[in-house]
């Protein structure tokens, strides 16, 4: 795989409802609060960032897991999420433009891959619950908006994530983007 063109840390702390700092090389980006409710089940979240418009993050209605959406702080919709099967572990992430695809990693990893239909791997968010930290590592341009609804929705499942995930095709992989493999 290519080198990431920007690498991002997380760091969770709480129990019942979490704060998740992000940052970068630089310093802290924002914190991410995820809230549950009484039944334990995860009902919204936040992200405030230390400049720009607070993110949040709503469970739409409905009974299957991975049922979200985001919205800025003046109701402008930014995307929604929906995994069709529990058995399933793919979520669908919608953001207007193009359908996106999260995936468990390859191998016996916590983790996800944020995955574009013709370009392949868009970013990579690799988990470790036993520190309770997180990397992020984006291989190709992405709207850090989606790379947190990506990282809010990975960070409910990580155990999900464990058992290996479909096989990525190494040639959308390796192919620029906006380019095909017959050209």
Do not use: C
Request: aromatic content about 10%; glycine content about 10%.
């Amino acid at each position: 795989m290519a080198e990431p063109i920007a690498s991002y840390t997380v760091q969770a702390s709480g129990l019942w409802n979490t704060r998740h700092r992000v940052a970068n090389a630089t310093g802290t980006l924002g914190v991410l609060t995820v809230h549950r409710g009484g039944t334990g089940v995860v009902e919204s979240g936040s992200y405030r960032p230390e400049k720009g418009e607070v993110l949040t993050f709503r469970r739409d209605p409905g009974i299957l897991r991975g049922q979200f959406s985001v919205w800025t702080e003046g109701r402008e919709w930014l995307g929604s999420s929906l995994r069709w099967s529990i058995l399933k572990r793919e979520i669908n992430v919608h953001t207007g433009n193009k359908p996106l695809r999260l995936v468990p990693l390859d191998g016996l990893r916590f983790g996800w891959s944020l995955q574009a239909p013709k370009t392949g791997e868009m970013a990579r968010i690799h988990g470790n619950p036993l520190t309770r930290h997180a990397r992020i590592d984006v291989f190709r341009k992405v709207d850090f908006e989606l790379l947190i609804f990506a990282y809010f929705l990975g960070s409910q499942i990580w155990l999900e994530s464990l058992w290996p995930g479909p096989e990525l095709d190494p040639e959308a992989q390796a192919t620029p983007a906006g380019k095909t493999s017959a050209s």
